[in-house]
């Protein structure tokens, strides 16, 4: 499937009326507007991001510099032509052992959440994933850190299926365990 039959870009509407585009990142045009976005991060939240995303190069390389069958970057465009969303769908090689597999990253800009932004993204992975012939979605969340991505993920039925104790550090040093929640798909109907 090619992500043009996924139909972006595609709107969302805001629980404060607002409306949002939503696209695949376009790392020719978007490389201002994505060092935009990950500048309005809280030191606090780029605490917990997997990339260090105050160095150019990892966002150039890792961010930017994906390769589409490994990394599908799907952002949220606001009428400013800013990105203030951002959500990754992450696949390992196929066919092979885990080819059926995805795993989702959801990132809010700070002054977007509480809108509903982060559950219509994690939604519109699931829906991409279905597209995609994927059959399970994993997403990691940090317990006591992420509780409300847990709780968007919980409402669009991921389960929580293991939970690795003391696996993450928050910035005085205290441990966290980290929720691995599961979705599994139907490759013959949408859930949605
Ligand atoms: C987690 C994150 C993606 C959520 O995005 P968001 O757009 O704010 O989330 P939503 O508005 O869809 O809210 C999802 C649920 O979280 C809860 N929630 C949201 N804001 C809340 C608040 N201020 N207080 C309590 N609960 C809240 C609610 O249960 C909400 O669902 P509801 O609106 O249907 O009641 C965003 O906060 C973020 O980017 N955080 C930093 C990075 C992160 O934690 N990423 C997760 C790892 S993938």
Known sequence: MSLAKHGYPR???????????????????????????????????????ENDVSDPEIVRNYLLGFHPSRMIPIVAIDDLERIVGKA???RFHAPGARGHIGRIRVLVDPEYRGQRLGTFMLLDMIQLSVNLGLRMLITEF??????????????????????????AK?????NYDL???????????EDF
């Open 11 to 49: 709107p969302v509407i805001l629980k404060n009326g607002e409306e949002v585009w939503l696209r695949p990142l376009d790392p020719l045009v978007d490389e201002a507007r994505l060092f935009g976005f990950l500048g309005r991060f809280s030191e606090e939240d780029r605490w917990y991001l």
């Open 88 to 90: 990754s769908l992450n």
């Open 142 to 167: 940090i317990k006591g850190i992420e509780d409300k991505a847990i709780r968007a993920a919980r409402k669009l039925d991921f389960f929580e299926q293991a939970v690795l104790p003391d696996y």
């Open 170 to 174: 928050d910035r005085r040093g205290n």
């Open 179 to 189: 929720a691995i929640m599961v979705k599994r798909l139907h490759g013959d109907f």
